[in-house]
């Protein structure tokens, strides 16, 4: 019997254009989310609106305004969604990116309040399909359901590379750029602040709503700056503060 070949060993530089990839690869994964919230506010929710107003045009005024109030919710909640993604959770994937990763947010945050957008489309299906009034336009009902099934399944896909790849290759990320600091035991500058806030007698809570981060986040700094300092005590943290001119005396409660 033939030995079984040897792997080969990836050298430091084979790893280096391995993660480069990765890299280009979760840009491109960004690029195309954005241009997909585009098509979705530019292209197709228009189009659902032009739809959802040819069916209502005949209903009474208060069945066109219930209608309409739901739709406009939807669109609204969508749009916060998408916001969220282009201004918090891409921006911090790209700072990661380009090493500029502040720890002052995590992946996890955005998996844990990551919303349904889909459950309101389910809703409006459900409506036109079981409760239509007679007095809407029956014959754009399915125009309607049309857009609503081709949106819900394109949002689907959507979902599907944000929870599937977009997720999984942050965090892969988080922790590439979080061994590339462990060697460092300096402090960072939000890591300072937590720990002045820890000083002066602060709850996680109140440090949360302090620095404008979630409690998880506020745990993880701790859970840094113990490993750091090698302090683990409030009182231990508190005197470090002191030694390093990051507090003086009348700061303390």
Not at 95 to 106: E, F, K
Not at 111 to 134: A, F, G
Not at 208 to 224: E, Y
């Amino acid at each position: 019997m033939k030995p079984l070949p040897q792997q080969p060993v990836a050298s430091p530089a084979m790893k280096t254009a391995e993660f480069s990839i990765e890299k280009d690869r979760l840009q491109d994964i960004l690029d195309s989310l954005r241009e997909g919230h585009r098509y979705y506010m530019d292209v197709m929710v228009p189009g659902l609106a032009a739809s959802l107003e040819r069916m209502t045009a005949p209903c009474r005024e208060h069945q066109r305004e219930m209608f309409w109030k739901f739709f406009s919710d939807y669109k609204e909640e969508l749009l916060t969604h998408f916001s969220y993604e282009e201004n918090v959770v891409f921006p911090y994937i790209e700072a990661m990116l380009n090493d500029r990763h502040s720890g002052q947010y995590s992946i996890g945050e955005y998996e844990q309040n990551h919303s349904n957008v889909q459950e309101k489309l389910d809703d409006l299906k459900n409506l036109i399909t079981m409760y239509l009034p007679r007095e809407c336009r029956q014959e754009d009902a399915n125009r309607v359901l049309n857009d609503l099934y081709a949106l819900e399944l394109d949002l689907r896909k959507h979902t599907f590379i944000e929870d599937d790849v977009l997720i999984p290759a942050a965090k892969k990320l988080e922790g590439q750029v979080a061994a590339s600091r462990e060697e460092s035991d300096e402090l960072s500058a939000r890591e300072k602040e937590i720990l002045v806030c820890v000083a002066k007698g602060m709850l996680n809570k109140e440090i949360a709503d302090t620095c404008n981060i979630s409690i998880n986040t506020v745990i993880t700094h701790r859970k840094n700056i113990t490993r750091k300092t090698g302090i683990k005590t409030v009182a231990g943290l508190t005197v470090y503060a002191l030694l390093n001119n990051l507090i003086d005396m009348n700061t303390i409660e």
